[in-house]
Nanobody, 123 residues
Framework: QVQLVESGGGLVQAGGSLRLSCSAS????????MGWFRQAPGKEREFVAT????????LYANSVKGRFTISRDNGKNTVYLQMNSLKPEDTAVYYC????????????????WGQGTQVTVSS
């Protein structure tokens, strides 16, 4: 079992930056594909970014491409989402997710999810 805990959310003005972290316990993430998703009020959860187990291939939603960067530190069992040039439409609860590396890249579904961290961008 993998437990994921997100942190780093908060309130920021438009144009600002935040870095989200996702720490894992229970198992090493070295072989897991990791992803970030978000869910805004009244909307369905949507994909944001994903990174392969090696930290090599990454994939981003068009809405965040060029502004967000996903990275990982397998030694720290942590995945990051650096968010720059934030916009009010980035306001959402951000979730970290882990996939056991069995479904290829990008995976069609994830096996473990965190509880989420709130990001609010004011205009």
């Amino acid at each position: 079992q993998v437990q994921l805990v997100e942190s780093g959310g908060g309130l920021v003005q438009a144009g600002g930056s935040l870095r989200l972290s996702c720490s894992a316990s229970g198992r090493t993430l070295r072989t897991y594909t990791m992803g970030w998703f978000r869910q805004a009020p009244g909307k369905e959860r949507e994909f944001v970014a994903t990174i392969s187990w090696s930290g090599g291939p990454t994939l981003y939603a068009n809405s965040v491409k060029g502004r967000f960067t996903i990275s990982r530190d397998n030694g720290k069992n942590t995945v990051y989402l650096q968010m720059n040039s934030l916009k009010p439409e980035d306001t959402a609860v951000y979730y970290c997710a882990a996939e056991q590396g069995r479904r290829g890249f990008p995976p069609s579904e994830y096996d473990y999810w965190g509880q989420g961290t709130q990001v609010t961008v004011s205009s």
